[in-house]
């Protein structure tokens, strides 16, 4: 669990925007509990955003 610690610093050191990267397919806990990203975010006392990391493209030519 993310300790309320977080935000609170967050807060405190006039953050204007947090950004974290979350990881592809969560497991069940996370489904049920929510990632710690996703705990984090819903805490900040600020504007937030979860990353995603972006999908591999495979040229068109080995896809043939």
Do not use: W, Y
């Amino acid at each position: 669990m993310i300790r309320r610690s977080h935000s609170r610093q967050i807060g405190e050191k006039g953050v204007g925007l947090v950004g974290m990267g979350t990881q592809q397919g969560p497991s069940f806990l996370d489904k049920l509990f929510g990632s710690n990203t996703e705990q984090l975010l819903r805490q900040a006392p600020c504007p937030s955003r979860k990353l995603q990391p972006r999908p591999r493209l495979m040229p068109l030519q080995s896809q043939l």
